[in-house]
């Protein structure tokens, strides 16, 4: 059976096994960061056990042996997504490099006048990058607003789109509501009117299938921490002919050809975006835990994260204290609230005593929150580890909070 599944898979978690506060851990923040399983633990050892050294500089042995394992990673990294070529796949640290890697490489293809859209449920990371490309160069900065039910506003981003469009830069997935956001939509009518679009697929890849082919995006980024793999690792892939056009970002190792004193050529991709010694063990480590995600019941992991999204939406949408955001709207992952009249950051600690870790505040999305009125939400956001029972220990321990509060 699936909950069967669902508890062997578990059992690879060796953190989830855990008191916190004298009760049983349940790790409900996954939307902030995953857990990762032994097999990327192991990656990651083995790694410095047997084969550290830099990549792409030596030919002996242990520099070969890095090479290979670092480029393996690339190329799983590129069937993940689907990718047309593993020079399109750029190391990152992750979805915050990665936009700023592009917000700075951009700077010469903007002038004065030409415009930016963002939506209203951005992520910090996907907000202040632009806004810096925007003072720095004279474009505008543009926000699609949000619908009733916290969806993209796709009527309103058609009258936002014009000709001077030069840039769409939107969440595959809210980190702070769960909603999915129609990108392919978004694609289509950006290019209509020749806007390069760029995707921060953070939130999605844990969750989503993603094909940068099917969905003919131009760039797509995402953290290797928030799917299973270590921190300090991301992805940044690019269509190839543009990654060709645009200049490099960081200079230093790795991304030239040849240098004197008076200028440099620069290397080819995916290396001219990559100076200096890249996070090795971290690409490995990404590695394996795409090797965990392939390993997984598509299917079954993703039915069984939806049942828990349901389960814990309607147990909350009963309870008169709870604000629900977004509510009936499809999500993945997470799903955000407040409970009437209470600080989000009471309902995460209470809980916490409870052995249950959420997330509070503003989740890196202040402006969305002055859009919602409030200064905060609870998120709660699951993944393919979360059984139903955690789902009931939460909805319950809730439940004890709010009561509580209202004596
Ligand atoms: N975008 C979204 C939608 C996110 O959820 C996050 C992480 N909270 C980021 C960007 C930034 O990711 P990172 O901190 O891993 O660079």
Request: charged share 15%; proline share 3%; glycine share 6%.
């Amino acid at each position: 059976s699936s909950d069967l599944y669902i508890e062997q898979l578990r059992t690879q978690f060796p953190i989830l096994d855990q008191q916190v506060n004298e009760h049983q851990l349940v790790y409900l923040d996954n939307a902030a960061t995953t857990q990762k399983p032994q097999s990327v633990i192991d990656a990651i050892c083995h790694y410095y056990q047997t084969s550290n050294a830099n990549v792409h500089r030596a030919s002996h042995a242990l520099s070969n042996q890095a090479t290979s394992l670092f480029e393996q990673s690339r190329v799983k990294v590129q069937t993940f997504i689907n990718a047309q070529r593993s020079e399109e796949i750029i190391w990152t640290k992750g979805t915050t490099e990665g936009i700023n890697l592009l917000a700075n490489v951009f700077a010469d293809q903007l002038q004065a006048g030409d415009e930016i859209i963002i939506s209203a449920l951005e992520h910090h990371a996907n907000i202040v990058p632009w806004q810096m490309l925007a003072k720095k160069t004279g474009a505008v900065l543009k926000v699609i607003p949000l619908t009733e039910q916290h969806c993209l506003d796709l009527t309103a981003f058609q009258s936002l789109l014009t000709s001077n469009t030069k840039i769409v830069s939107i969440a595959h997935v809210s980190n702070a509501l769960g909603v999915i956001n129609p990108i392919k939509e978004v694609i289509e009518l950006a290019h209509q009117q020749g806007a390069k679009v760029i995707i921060d697929g953070a939130q999605a890849v844990a969750h989503i299938d993603v094909d940068v082919q099917q969905l003919d995006c131009d760039f797509y980024l995402f953290s290797g921490h928030k799917l299973f793999g270590p921190t300090g690792i991301g992805v940044l892939y690019g269509k190839l002919d543009l990654l060709n056009q645009l200049p490099p970002w960081q200079g230093g190792g790795e991304m030239i050809q040849t240098v004197t004193f008076e200028e440099a050529t620069y290397n080819q991709l995916p290396f001219k975006f990559e100076a200096g010694t890249p996070n090795i063990a971290g690409a490995i480590g990404l590695g394996a835990a795409i090797d965990f995600v392939n390993a997984l019941d598509t299917e079954c992991c993703q039915n069984h994260e939806q049942s828990l999204i349901e389960y814990t939406e309607n147990a909350l949408s009963e309870m008169s204290e709870i604000n629900l955001f977004a509510k009936d709207v499809t999500k993945s992952g997470a799903i955000s609230f407040i409970v009437k009249g209470e600080h989000s950051t009471d309902i995460a600690m209470l809980l916490n005593a409870q052995g249950i870790a959420v997330r509070s505040g503003t989740h890196c999305a202040m402006p969305l929150m002055s859009v919602l009125n409030c200064s905060g939400t609870v998120r709660v956001s699951f993944s393919v580890y979360n059984t139903l029972d955690e789902a009931k220990v939460f909805v319950d321990a809730l439940q004890k909070v709010v009561e509580i509060l209202g004596d």
